[in-house]
């Protein structure tokens, strides 16, 4: 993509994604959030009723609201906001240094998606800050100081949605125990000496799971926020009978089987004559496809064959394992919960964040141990080491071709949570909604 041409129409296809984005986000803020909707609500679950999940900054805007007064809906889309232009920022600002071409910032399934799906009043963009925050704090000695740091962090993390075990929890963990083992340390002294540098954080993650939630801590909670002036007109979901919680908070009262029993319903739904069983399955994997073609592109930029120390680091090999390992992490995400355009999108902020702001040393002995290991494995099974090596060719054909992706990009979309959404926030329809009414 370092020709001419190529770099034309990647700026091209940059401008059409990021007006799409812009003509989503300015049509939702017209259209306004009701207290009810998902959104709103995520930001409302406080400790009113007690400790519970996800209740650190819902208590923090109850707090200030009750003693300043200070308006609740303005102040949750301001931080909003902040944050998806603050994790734009530190994004395009490591795609630049990496070499890597910017058109991946405003893909759909990337951070182009909290956008086009309606999804950036939720905490996600906060907790991928969080994540790099994370990993720009590892680089270099682990002195108490960086161990007490990080701590804070995974607990505010955690504190903020228990999903952050999953996005930053785990991946850091894994990237500790790496750095003491490049530390001439062996994997079992490693993985004690992680548990108990990081002892504050899994104590809260004990915490988080015993509490999650109960009916009378969701009524109390929404009770709280009765007499706190916020919009009930906008986006709102169908309102559950009578006036207790709604949305995010009653969402505290599921058990892990009702969420598994959501996902499994909307898995049966079949949309465009595709099953939904099938569809995601094919996002995922034009999203590893992209995303390694993308990113594996600036290791053919003219940097890259200047030996320039900006350019991108790792091989496609690695960059692939990257994703994968992402996704691994996320993977519990996808069998509990349903909303997995959200999951799509932590797992790539996840696994691109990780190759452009983690320490190069450790994350090389991660990514490449994890390649030794599914090699061992494979060599000892024919059949499927054989299919995998066919299925290794058609990949490396498709992201050696990162324009043929660039071209469809807006065409591209990731639905929030339903499949039968994917046409109307494609960045072609959101435009053309837009302009065209």
């Known amino acids: 993509m370092s020709s001419r041409g190529g770099r034309a129409l990647q700026?091209?296809?940059?401008?059409?994604?990021?007006?799409?984005?812009?003509?989503?986000?300015?049509?939702?803020?017209?259209?306004?959030?009701?207290?009810?909707?998902?959104?709103?609500?995520?930001?409302?679950?406080?400790?009113?009723?007690?400790?519970?999940?996800?209740?650190?900054?819902?208590?923090?805007?109850?707090?200030?609201?009750d003693r300043w007064g200070v308006p609740v809906y303005i102040t949750l889309i301001a931080v909003s906001l902040s944050c998806a232009a603050a994790l734009i920022a530190v994004f395009v600002t490591g795609l630049l240094r990496a070499g890597v071409p910017l058109v991946l910032a405003p893909?759909?399934?990337?951070?182009?998606?909290?956008?086009?799906?309606?999804?950036?009043?939720?905490?996600?963009?906060?907790?991928?800050?969080?994540?790099?925050?994370?990993?720009?704090?590892?680089r270099g000695r682990l002195s108490w100081q960086r161990i007490?740091?990080?701590?804070?962090?995974?607990?505010?993390?955690?504190?903020?949605?228990?999903?952050?075990?999953?996005?930053?929890?785990?991946?850091?963990?894994?990237?500790?125990?790496?750095?003491?083992?490049?530390?001439?340390?062996?994997?079992?002294?490693?993985?004690?000496?992680?548990?108990?540098?990081?002892?504050?954080?899994f104590l809260t993650t004990a915490a988080v799971v015993v509490n999650k939630g109960s009916s009378v801590q969701a009524e109390a909670i929404w009770r709280s926020w009765r007499a706190v002036p916020l919009p009930d007109d906008?986006?709102?979901?169908?309102?559950?009978?009578?006036?207790?919680?709604?949305?995010?908070?009653?969402?505290?009262?599921?058990?892990?089987?009702?969420?598994?029993?959501?996902?499994?319903?909307?898995?049966?739904?079949?949309?465009?004559h595709i099953p939904a069983l099938l569809a995601w399955p094919?996002?995922?994997?034009?999203?590893?496809?992209?995303?390694?073609?993308?990113?594996?592109?600036?290791?053919?930029?003219?940097?890259?064959?200047?030996?320039?120390?900006?350019?991108?680091?790792?091989?496609?090999?690695?960059?692939?394992?990257?994703?994968?390992?992402?996704?691994?992490s996320l993977l519990p995400l996808f069998v509990i919960g349903v909303d997995y355009g959200r999951w799509i999108f932590m797992w790539v902020a996840l696994s691109t964040a990780i190759l452009l702001f983690a320490e190069k040393q450790p994350t090389s002995l991660l990514l490449n141990g994890a390649m030794k290991s599914v090699h061992t494995w494979l060599a000892q099974r024919n059949h499927l080491g054989r299919a995998v090596a066919v299925m290794n060719q058609y990949f490396q054909w498709a992201v050696r071709r990162p324009?043929?992706?660039?071209?469809?990009?807006?065409?591209?979309?990731?639905?929030p949570a339903y499949w039968q959404a994917y046409v109307q926030i494609t960045p072609v329809a959101t435009i053309w909604r837009t302009f065209m009414g």
Request: charged share 10%; proline share 5%; hydrophobic share 55%.
């Open 234 to 272: 906008g986006f709102v979901p169908p309102v559950l009978p009578g006036s207790g919680p709604q949305a995010a908070v009653e969402s505290l009262t599921w058990t892990v089987s009702r969420g598994f029993d959501i996902t499994k319903g909307s898995l049966k739904v079949v949309s465009y």
């Open 403 to 415: 324009l043929l992706w660039v071209l469809l990009a807006p065409l591209m979309a990731v639905p």
């Open 282 to 328: 094919l996002t995922i994997m034009i999203v590893v496809i992209v995303s390694v073609a993308l990113v594996a592109a600036a290791r053919r930029s003219v940097r890259a064959e200047l030996n320039s120390p900006k350019a991108m680091p790792w091989e496609i090999s690695q960059i692939a394992c990257a994703y994968l390992l992402g996704l691994a």
């Open 148 to 201: 007490v740091l990080l701590n804070v962090l995974c607990i505010v993390g955690i504190l903020t949605h228990e999903m952050f075990i999953f996005v930053g929890v785990i991946p850091i963990v894994a990237l500790a125990v790496s750095k003491l083992r490049s530390d001439d340390l062996r994997i079992s002294q490693s993985i004690v000496r992680v548990g108990t540098l990081w002892s504050p954080t």
């Open 107 to 138: 893909m759909p399934f990337f951070l182009g998606f909290p956008f086009l799906s309606n999804e950036w009043l939720r905490k996600d963009t906060l907790l991928v800050l969080l994540l790099i925050a994370c990993l720009v704090t590892m």
């Open 11 to 65: 700026v091209g296809i940059s401008a059409v994604l990021w007006i799409a984005a812009g003509c989503a986000l300015r049509e939702q803020l017209l259209v306004g959030y009701g207290r009810a909707s998902w959104q709103i609500s995520e930001w409302l679950i406080s400790y009113r009723g007690g400790f519970v999940r996800r209740g650190f900054w819902g208590e923090i805007f109850w707090q200030v609201h």
